[in-house]
């Protein structure tokens, strides 16, 4: 199974990269997956249980460096039944 992850970080800082930022850049980017940065939020893709753990790592270290608000959206992008990444209790039983 690949998820895809969007995500934005709170409260917006136009003059700096806030820590909470930097944060969950990094929390996605040590994770292995595909990063694109846009204009109002950053995307990450990969296997499930990588996005998955990210997104667990992502929440905790943000608001831990200052975050008051994390928006995100998570999209299952295929699934393969054969995959052994798919997290227990996520997709057909």
Same mark, same amino acid.
């Given at each position: 199974m690949r998820l895809k992850v969007e995500f934005t970080t709170e409260p917006f800082e136009l003059d700096t990269f806030p820590d909470h930022a930097v944060a969950a850049r990094q929390a996605v980017d040590e994770a292995g997956l595909t990063v694109a940065v846009g204009p109002f939020g950053t995307e990450a893709e990969g296997l499930g249980e990588q996005v998955l753990a990210a997104v667990t790592r992502?929440?905790? &270290? !943000?608001? @831990?460096?200052? @975050? +008051? $608000?994390? !928006?995100? $959206?998570? +999209?299952?992008? #295929? $699934? #393969?039944? +054969? #995959? #052994?990444? +798919?997290? &227990?209790?996520?997709?057909?039983?």
């Open positions: 992502l929440l905790r &270290e !943000s608001l @831990a460096a200052g @975050a +008051t $608000q994390i !928006s995100l $959206q998570v +999209t299952l992008l #295929d $699934q #393969d039944k +054969t #995959d #052994d990444n +798919t997290p &227990e209790g996520v997709g057909n039983p």
